[in-house]
């Protein structure tokens, strides 16, 4: 599919930078009991685009690894951070991802896929799409979130945050925001993305 001729095809740094800062500002649940499990799940059900992301713990030191520590998946209504080492989330996230009339769009998906497979035993992942496959399809090199949010809807997402303890045992509000901005984002770029014949 070709990129209409008003998006650029290439964004620099500074360019980036100079965009004005987008977060999301509507309804955020963290999702770490049984009864907040149950409210996302039901809330998500037949939506029929969500946006998601995940965080890992980060590793400082070679050959240090950590399992999936947040997914958080952004619907119509609100964005729900589901606290994969707190509670067992495993149920709700096989139902979302089975969905197929749900379609569940992100960044780089086979590796957040490949790494949540090691914490929701029997996920079985169907209509996932790939923003930066398309983005790529279009002819743009850049297919990273930050990028693809600048060029396609004019804000700056917020740096910073990436590298905290995501599987600590309370999350900081700012957290909480870096989170559920990133899962909304790709949900805006999927909808976005349709508006321009580019999925």
């Known amino acids: 599919m070709a990129l209409p001729a008003q998006y650029l095809r290439y964004?620099?740094?500074?360019?980036?930078?100079?965009?004005?800062?987008?977060?999301?500002?509507?309804?955020?649940?963290?999702?770490?009991?049984?009864?907040?499990?149950e409210r996302a799940a039901a809330d998500l059900r037949g939506e029929p685009a969500v946006?998601?992301?995940?965080?890992?713990?980060?590793?400082?030191?070679?050959?240090?690894?950590?399992?999936?520590a947040l997914l958080q998946a952004a619907g119509?209504?609100?964005?729900?951070?589901?606290?994969?080492?707190?509670?067992?989330?495993?149920?709700?996230?096989?139902?979302?991802?089975g969905m197929p009339g749900t379609v569940k769009a992100g960044i780089s998906v086979a590796d957040d896929l490949k790494q949540l497979?090691?914490?929701?035993?029997?996920?079985?992942?169907?209509?996932?799409?790939?923003?930066?496959?398309?983005?790529?399809?279009?002819?743009?090199?850049?297919?990273?979130?930050r990028n693809l949010a600048a060029i396609f809807l004019g804000f700056r997402l917020p740096k910073g945050t990436k590298t905290t303890n995501w599987a600590a045992s309370r999350l900081s509000a700012q957290q909480i925001s870096?989170?559920?901005t990133d899962a909304w984002a790709c949900r805006e770029l999927h909808l976005r993305f349709i508006e321009l014949g580019l999925l």
Do not use: M
């Open 11 to 37: 964004i620099s740094r500074e360019e980036v930078n100079a965009l004005p800062p987008g977060r999301y500002e509507g309804p955020v649940t963290v999702v770490d009991t049984p009864a907040a499990l």
């Open 51 to 68: 946006g998601w992301d995940t965080e890992t713990r980060p590793s400082f030191r070679k050959g240090e690894s950590h399992p999936t």
């Open 76 to 97: 119509s209504r609100a964005v729900h951070i589901f606290r994969l080492q707190q509670l067992d989330c495993s149920p709700a996230l096989r139902e979302l991802f």
């Open 117 to 145: 497979e090691g914490t929701v035993p029997g996920l079985q992942a169907r209509s996932v799409v790939d923003l930066g496959t398309a983005a790529r399809r279009a002819g743009l090199e850049q297919t990273g979130l």
């Open 178 to 180: 870096y989170a559920a």
